[in-house]
């Protein structure tokens, strides 16, 4: 029951570094989405796509790439970290719109220095 | 637009008293409700969720009743636990979507 999984947990990059957040949904979920969380603001959404091949930008896309080549996985790329990015990030699947659980990974730490 | 409100933190309580945590919400529609649980160091786990006016969610104690007429969905367990000792997200879900929104998180210590 992997669900969804999210590497690595724990990163720190250096400030102009990129590195890429690994999503993985074993589920068949159409619907996978990121959020960021930062202490006093709750999550907000970063990117999200409803399908194979569709993305779309959520409340904070700036300085976040996204692609779904596939169902399954659907990666999160930092081009130039700054410290603003330093934040806890969460990937998210479900079937669809409708009310449908939403489930999360179990977070990636990351810092910028 | 769509927004969440939570009553801010952190919430300090004795083991065995009894919780009360609020979140009020502005929407367009009939969305869906729900609260989240992260506790230390861990990701975010569904705790209840309710679909509809008057639905009742609860899971592990807790319990939130989906108050159209107050736009309310407050979060009560009637005895904490030390173990209950997390942060816990309001969110609501708009209709014919899947993009959620948080409140902010209220932290909640229980202690012995």
């Known amino acids: 029951n992997a669900g969804v999984t999210q590497t690595p947990k724990f990163q720190v990059l250096k400030t102009g570094q990129s590195m890429t957040l690994q999503c993985a949904q074993d589920?068949?979920?159409?619907?996978m989405s990121w959020y960021r969380q930062d202490p006093g603001m709750g999550l907000r959404l970063i990117h999200y796509s409803v399908g194979a091949g569709i993305t779309d930008q959520g409340e904070v896309p700036n300085g976040y790439n996204v692609s779904r080549s596939t169902t399954e996985d659907f990666p999160l790329r930092l081009l130039s970290a700054a410290p603003s990015q330093t934040s806890v990030y969460f990937c998210a699947s479900s079937q669809g719109p409708g009310g449908n659980t939403i489930y999360f990974g179990e977070g990636s730490w990351l810092t910028v220095v | 637009g769509n927004s969440v409100t939570q009553m801010e933190g952190p919430v300090t309580l004795s083991e065995e008293a009894f919780l009360t945590i609020n979140c009020t919400y502005t929407a367009t529609g009939y969305p869906s409700l729900f609260w989240y649980v992260q506790y230390p160091g861990e990701g975010l786990q569904l705790l209840l969720k309710a679909t509809k006016a008057d639905d009742k969610g609860s899971n592990k104690g807790f319990e939130a009743t989906y108050r159209k007429e107050t736009t309310s969905f407050h979060l009560e367990k009637g005895s904490v636990q030390v173990s209950d000792s997390a942060v816990y997200f309001c969110?609501?879900?708009?209709?014919?979507?899947?993009?959620?929104?948080f409140g902010t998180g209220t932290r909640l210590q229980v202690f012995p």
């Open positions: 969110a609501l879900l708009s209709p014919g979507t899947d993009k959620l929104i």
């Open positions: 589920m068949n979920h159409e619907y």
